[in-house]
């Protein structure tokens, strides 16, 4: 590691992404990003960990294999040192670890020659994580006790001598090939006729981690033949590791892509990442290669004095009525952030839609006093209206269906309205989801709310009808079928856990 110079006072962090999956970036690696103004990435990178960067960070695509040109590495340098001395803190992120096989060497020169500081970044290589992902244990004690990483291409210029198959052909352990595809035939032909076995056990493992990942076994003789690149049919395509030994005929556990109803699906989610964690999180355990589309975005309102008005006589309300976990945080963060504290709601009975809403009161130790059997906005008004109390104060969206207070209004309740968070649409949609869409590549689209499915027409039209959408409810449901799009599964109980529970049913038939 360097240290920056006093005259500039930009930065570089090169970090490992790791092999694929979002979550197997290290926490130092998220926060680098968090908090980067520029991302150059590279080919091997998931899209989908750039979710972690900040909204203030310029992203930079370095190339993607079999989609245009690959950046040279000169470039790559220069782009590096210029960015940095503009004062900005830079990340350069490449897939697995930046110091396996990445060409961190050359950039660290560069910076070290423009006396640019700079940090390196550690992350979970491919060969790695084969062990947990593929089921194989690259070390094993009655096999191997040691592990060559080995890549498939030498530099033509490099200096010192070329790879040693005879030796490699003898090492006691565990050999690791990287970026092996197109010259599998020389690699291995040098590991026989340097005296391997040619029946020596070889895993091929594609993808590890991502959830396409592939996992081929092969003895080391046909591995050539596994690997051509002109064969049409089960073509294996690069990024791929080769694990050579006999560990590659052991399996540990249960890989974690055997017998997952999602496997291999790719699904979006229309709201906001940071409003649907738990349940992109189930959807990828569940196998799946979740993306994130928000078709509406959430944001405080610009004027408060109504909402503080009614949380200053809360007292003469029997009810304060929330039909989503956003009207709950929203309202709540403007109760405190008004000097209040939670003992402000003791005088008033807390209803809820259904149980997400629930979830999020109990954040604040909050118990609901109601949530009906059937989580939709007219069966809470029933149950309001069954309660005991008539006066209600409803927290809301800035727009929202109006079912709530016309019911209790002809019970004759009193019913008074604060809106408390703007709910907008979202109208650039993102690059990557619309090109897979229109490509016929994405199989799911969660529908969550009427006005999702509303933005969601107006952003992709005609390409709905390239995948099949996923509904939470019948009221949703019934929005989509007016707009011509109608679900090809409704959730049977109006919760995000059993909207993938659905999925994962229609997805395995």
């Known amino acids: 590691m360097t240290s920056p110079s006093e005259d500039i006072p930009g930065y570089v962090y090169l970090v490992g992404a790791g092999p694929g999956d979002p979550s197997l970036i290290t926490m130092r690696g998220f926060m680098c990003l968090r908090f980067a103004d520029v991302v150059l990435y590279d080919a091997l990178v998931n899209p989908q960990i750039l979710q972690y960067c900040g909204p203030q960070a310029?992203?930079?695509?370095?190339?993607?294999?079999?989609?245009?040109?690959?950046?040279?590495?000169?470039?790559?340098?220069?782009?590096?040192?210029?960015?940095?001395?503009?004062?900005?803190?830079?990340?350069?992120?490449?897939?697995?670890?930046?110091?396996?096989?990445?060409?961190?060497?050359?950039?660290?020169?560069?910076?070290?020659?423009?006396?640019?500081?700079?940090?390196?970044?550690?992350?979970?290589?491919?060969?790695?994580?084969?062990?947990?992902?593929?089921?194989?244990?690259?070390?094993?004690?009655?096999?191997?006790?040691?592990?060559?990483?080995?890549?498939?291409?030498?530099?033509?210029?490099?200096?010192?001598?070329?790879?040693?198959?005879?030796?490699?052909?003898?090492?006691?352990?565990?050999?690791?090939?990287?970026?092996?595809?197109?010259?599998?035939?020389?690699?291995?032909?040098?590991?026989?006729?340097?005296?391997?076995?040619?029946?020596?056990?070889?895993?091929?493992?594609?993808?590890?981690?991502?959830?396409?990942?592939?996992?081929?076994?092969?003895?080391?003789?046909?591995?050539?033949?596994?690997?051509?690149?002109?064969?049409?049919?089960?073509?294996?395509?690069?990024?791929?590791?080769?694990?050579?030994?006999?560990?590659a005929n052991e399996e540990i556990g249960i890989a974690p892509y055997i017998d997952k109803p999602l496997q291999g699906a790719r699904v979006v989610v229309t709201r906001p990442r940071e409003l649907a964690d738990e349940f992109c999180f189930n959807l990828e355990h569940m196998g799946a290669e979740v993306l994130t589309q928000p078709t509406i975005e959430i944001a405080p309102i610009a004027d408060y004095s109504e909402v503080d008005r009614a949380l200053s006589r809360l007292e003469e309300f029997d009810w304060l009525v929330f039909s989503s976990s956003n009207g709950v945080e929203h309202l709540i963060s403007r109760l405190l952030e008004s000097g209040k504290d939670l003992r402000a709601l003791a005088a008033v009975q807390l209803a809820v839609v259904g149980p997400g809403t629930a979830k999020t009161l109990a954040k604040y130790h909050l118990k609901a006093d109601l949530q009906p059997e059937?989580?939709?906005?007219?069966?809470?008004?029933?149950?309001?209206?069954?309660?005991?109390?008539?006066?209600?104060?409803?927290?809301?969206?800035?727009?929202?269906?109006?079912?709530?207070?016309?019911?209790?209004?002809?019970?004759?309740?009193?019913?008074?309205?604060?809106?408390?968070?703007?709910?907008?649409?979202?109208?650039?949609?993102?690059?990557?989801?619309?090109?897979?869409?229109?490509?016929?590549?994405?199989?799911?689209?969660?529908?969550?709310?009427?006005?999702?499915?509303r933005s969601l027409v107006d952003m992709f039209g005609e390409d709905l009808h390239k995948t099949q959408l996923a509904s939470i409810s019948p009221i949703t449901s019934e929005t989509l079928r007016e707009l011509g799009y109608p679900p090809a599964v409704e959730a049977a109980v109006h919760t995000m856990q059993d909207l993938a529970t659905a999925i994962g049913q229609k997805h395995s038939e």
């Open 58 to 247: 310029e992203l930079i695509s370095l190339g993607r294999h079999g989609r245009g040109a690959i950046v040279p590495q000169g470039e790559i340098n220069q782009m590096l040192v210029d960015h940095a001395r503009q004062g900005k803190k830079v990340v350069r992120l490449k897939g697995g670890d930046p110091s396996i096989f990445a060409r961190i060497g050359e950039e660290t020169d560069a910076l070290d020659a423009a006396a640019v500081g700079y940090s390196i970044v550690p992350g979970i290589t491919a060969s790695l994580a084969a062990g947990s992902y593929a089921g194989i244990p690259l070390t094993h004690r009655e096999h191997s006790s040691a592990v060559a990483l080995i890549t498939g291409h030498e530099a033509s210029d490099k200096v010192s001598p070329p790879i040693d198959y005879r030796k490699l052909a003898h090492f006691p352990g565990t050999l690791v090939f990287y970026m092996g595809v197109t010259t599998a035939r020389t690699w291995s032909k040098g590991l026989i006729e340097g005296g391997m076995r040619p029946d020596t056990p070889v895993a091929l493992v594609r993808r590890c981690s991502w959830p396409n990942q592939l996992v081929r076994r092969c003895a080391l003789a046909d591995v050539a033949d596994v690997l051509d690149q002109r064969r049409t049919k089960d073509k294996i395509r690069p990024p791929v590791i080769a694990i050579v030994g006999e560990v």
């Open 374 to 453: 059937e989580f939709r906005g007219e069966a809470l008004a029933e149950a309001l209206v069954e309660a005991d109390g008539d006066r209600y104060l409803l927290a809301r969206a800035s727009r929202g269906r109006d079912v709530m207070v016309r019911r209790l209004s002809e019970a004759g309740g009193h019913v008074e309205e604060i809106v408390v968070y703007e709910s907008r649409d979202v109208m650039q949609p993102d690059e990557e989801v619309a090109k897979r869409l229109a490509a016929g590549e994405i199989d799911w689209i969660t529908v969550t709310s009427s006005a999702i499915a």
